[in-house]
Antibody
Framework: QVQLQESGPGLVKPSQTLSLTCTVS??????????WSWIRQHPGKGLEWIGY???????YYNPSLKSRVTISVDTSKNQFSLKLSSVTAADTAVYYC????????????WGQGTLVTVSS | AIRMTQSPSSFSASTGDRVTITCRAS??????LAWYQQKPGKAPKLLIY???TLQSGVPSRFSGSGSGTDFTLTISCLQSEDFATYYC?????????FGQGTRLEIK
């Protein structure tokens, strides 16, 4: 059973960089066949896909966030990470990591989510 | 980006009811549509993919239909555990986009 777990600071100051890590267990990121994605949900709102990374390091980002997003992977730790720069209060959200099958592109496994608040 | 619009945004129903939620895409997406259920404080849970294929372990009272631009999620006999928010998601093209959600409440 694949499990994903987000970790990182719950509070980030405006203009700083939000950094989160997703640790995958029960399966190897390096096995291929899956994209590893970040999705966020503003409080009381819908879901916004941020981007994905493949184990090889190839990425694809949502154009709406592309200029501020970096997703990286550490296959030795079975982790992937999100960095979002120049954050504002509008980036306050629950951030989820999720697995997306490469051939199908829906999300079959999700982390529990972590709330990140942007505030001074 | 493809815009996904769900209707209604919220509604009330009773256990045992049959309910239908609609999702419309701003352009044709073939059958590249998934449905998720989300309960408060939890991550979304995949219910249906490819518009009508039930994810393993999901009760058969859930069903999906549609192709092109119009899709529906039907719950044939509402159970207490079904009261949640439902989202559609298109995966026809990037960026992947979700509907705004339909909140199903107990009447």
């Amino acid at each position: 059973q694949v499990q994903l777990q987000e970790s990182g600071p719950g509070l980030v100051k405006p203009s700083q960089t939000l950094s989160l890590t997703c640790t995958v267990s029960g399966g190897s990121i390096s096995s291929g066949g899956y994209y590893w994605s970040w999705i966020r949900q503003h409080p009381g709102k819908g879901l916004e896909w941020i981007g994905y990374i493949y184990y090889s390091g190839s990425t694809y980002y949502n154009p709406s966030l592309k200029s501020r997003v970096t997703i990286s992977v550490d296959t030795s730790k079975n982790q992937f990470s999100l960095k979002l720069s120049s954050v504002t209060a509008a980036d306050t959200a629950v951030y989820y990591c999720a697995r997306e099958a490469k051939a199908t592109n829906y999300f079959d496994y999700w982390g529990q989510g972590t709330l990140v608040t942007v505030s001074s | 980006a493809i815009r996904m619009t769900q209707s209604p945004s919220s509604f009330s129903a009773s256990t045992g009811d049959r309910v239908t939620i609609t999702c419309r895409a701003s352009q044709g997406i073939s059958s590249y549509l998934a449905w998720y259920q989300q309960k408060p404080g939890k991550a979304p849970k995949l219910l249906i993919y490819a518009a009508s294929t039930l994810q393993s372990g999901v009760p058969s009272r859930f069903s999906g239909s549609g192709s092109g631009t119009d899709f529906t999620l039907t719950i044939s006999c509402l159970q207490s555990e079904d009261f949640a928010t439902y989202y559609c998601q298109q995966y026809y093209s990037y960026p992947i986009t979700f509907g705004q959600g339909t909140r199903l409440e107990i009447k």
